[in-house]
Nanobody
């Protein structure tokens, strides 16, 4: 069982930046982030395996995912934030990564709120 604890959410103005962090209790092959906006389904944001990163088209060029394997921690640097980025962001992890569009991670964090004001 892998436990995930997120931090770093908050309120920011449009165009601003936030950095999310997620500490895992163990090491997994893939770590990443999903988000869920009010009234919408959860959606994939970004993922990182040992050496490869994956991004949703909506965040490509603005968000950067990285990981520190020594600390079992994954980060999401979010720049040029838009009001439509407002959502609860969930850290996820799994021992497999079949692809961004079909990934159903086995481990989820509690979520952290990100609110972008216009």
């Amino acid at each position: 069982q892998v436990q995930l604890v997120e931090s770093g959410g908050g309120l920011v103005q449009a165009g601003g930046s936030l950095r999310l962090s997620c500490a895992a209790s163990g090491r997994t092959y893939a770590m990443g982030w999903f988000r869920q906006a009010p009234g919408k389904e959860r959606e994939f944001v970004a993922a990182i395996t040992w050496q490869t990163t994956y991004y949703a088209d909506s965040v490509k060029g603005r968000f950067t995912i990285s990981r520190d394997n020594a600390k079992n921690t994954v980060y999401l640097q979010m720049n040029s934030l838009k009001p439509e980025d407002t959502a609860v962001y969930y850290c996820v992890a799994d021992y497999r990564f079949p692809g961004a569009t079909i990934w159903d991670p086995g481990y989820w964090g509690q979520g952290t709120q990100v609110t972008v004001s216009s």
